[in-house]
């Protein structure tokens, strides 16, 4: 069974523990007006007007991208493997726990999004997600995923080496890595098994998302500002954007 296997196991020891330390993503945004919600998930207004629209929140709970969604007035559904995330999302109309590898007890479902906070890392079969992910995505439905930048994943602020940021893992698709949390993640992290990724190359993903037929529209860079201090997490950002955000639909489907 998909989540049965030591990915899984490890993902949800993972994620309940930094439920229990009380990790940023385990914190719900509260008080989000729309203007807040829209740039918080769609900040170029590329999903148009989200009233009554099916939204899924895929390896999205925490009561994040839920809460945003349904401040936009979207039915919202979430998928997360931790039962504990899910509790968070107290303003979707539905919840799941599954595996973003196997979406089967979603099937017949035909969401207008489906957005994918940072997550797809986490596993090492691109395919097996973005599969899952055509299942259930309506035919003029668009495919929100954010990924490590290819060309920088598991680089974190204590690889600065004094004239640049350390790369060290090879770039090969499905490859495993180990990094450490960032000290924003949460104040105390001695009882959190360290971050286990997978590299997803650029074209790893294009080919990934090609195969179902969707195409590539926008690709986002999580970039940080240029006068940050060296070593830094803004400094990070401004040289090696940490995270992509890729938009794909289907073809022929009309953009907002
Ligand atoms: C970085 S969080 C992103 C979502 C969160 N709403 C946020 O804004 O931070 C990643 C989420 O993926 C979930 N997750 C981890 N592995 C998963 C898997 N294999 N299938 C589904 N969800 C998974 C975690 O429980 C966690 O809630």
């Known amino acids: 069974m998909t989540g049965g296997d030591e990915v899984g196991r490890y993902l949800r020891e993972r994620w ?76 979707a109309q539905a919840v799941v726990q599954a595996d973003m590898r196997d979406l089967s007890t979603l099937a017949g479902s035909a969401f207008d999004v489906v957005y994918q906070p940072y997550s797809i890392n986490f596993v090492p079969d691109l395919r097996a997600v973005v599969g899952s992910v055509d299942d ?30 350390l790369l060290r893992h090879p770039y090969l698709e499905g490859a495993p890595y180990e990094g450490r949390d960032e000290e924003w993640v949460a104040p105390d992290l001695s009882g ?6 997978y590299t997803h190359t650029l074209g790893g993903v294009v080919a990934a998302l090609a195969e179902v037929g969707l195409h590539l529209f926008a690709l986002d860079e999580h970039t940080g500002p240029a006068d940050a201090a060296p070593g830094t997490w803004a400094h990070l950002k401004s040289v090696l954007p940490p995270w992509f955000t890729l938009w794909a639909r289907r073809p022929g489907a009309a953009p907002a």
């Open 136 to 165: 259930v995505l309506a035919p003029a439905g668009v495919y929100v995923v954010w990924l490590a930048n290819p060309f920088a994943r598991g680089v974190g602020t204590r690889d600065w080496i004094g004239q640049g940021y």
């Open 192 to 197: 959190v098994p360290p971050p286990r990724e």
């Open 16 to 91: 309940r523990a930094l439920g229990e330390a009380g990790a940023l993503f385990t914190r719900p945004w509260e008080g989000l007006d729309e203007e807040a919600a829209r740039a918080r998930v769609d900040p170029h207004g590329r999903l148009g007007d989200l009233a009554g629209r099916r939204v899924l929140c895929l390896a999205g709970g925490g009561g994040q991208q839920s809460a945003a969604f349904a401040r936009l007035g979207a039915r919202v559904t979430v998928v997360d493997l931790d039962g504990g995330q899910l509790a968070r999302d107290r303003d």
